[in-house]
């Protein structure tokens, strides 16, 4: 089964920067429209961004506009999630998701409608 693989994820002051990669080795990445999720600890697991199958529109949310940005790169079957200024509330699990679809310009906010998932990255913030 294909499964997706996070990476990049650490520890970082406040303030700091990270980027996050996740792959898709064997999928055909460019039919799938990603997505980024994050569960902080005793919290729910949250949406956090989400990227077009071309490239083209992202939406984000509201926590984080400004501070991150989502791409892709279907040649490399990867997409990113570079993550600047850094907050202590930003500390998480990140997972990154896809869901295939024949429409090349959506977005998708529901966890639930994604089909594949990373196993997630840690990501620490301290303040």
């Known amino acids: 089964q294909v499964r997706l693989v996070e990476s990049g994820g650490g520890l970082v002051q406040a303030g700091g920067s990270l980027r996050l990669s996740c792959v898709a080795p064997g999928l055909s990445f460019s039919m799938y429209v990603l997505g980024w999720f994050r569960q902080a600890p005793g919290k729910e697991r949250e949406f956090v961004a989400t990227i077009s199958r071309s490239g083209g529109r992202t939406e984000y949310v509201d926590s984080v506009k400004g501070r991150f940005t989502i791409s892709r790169d279907n040649a490399k079957n990867t997409v990113y999630l570079q993550m600047n200024n850094l907050k202590a509330e930003d500390t998480a699990v990140y997972y990154c998701?896809?869901?295939?679809?024949?429409?090349?310009?959506?977005?998708?906010?529901?966890?639930?409608?994604?089909?594949?998932w990373g196993q997630g990255t840690q990501v620490t913030v301290s303040s």
């Open positions: 998701a896809a869901r295939l679809t024949h429409l090349t310009e959506i977005i998708n906010y529901s966890e639930g409608s994604y089909d594949l």
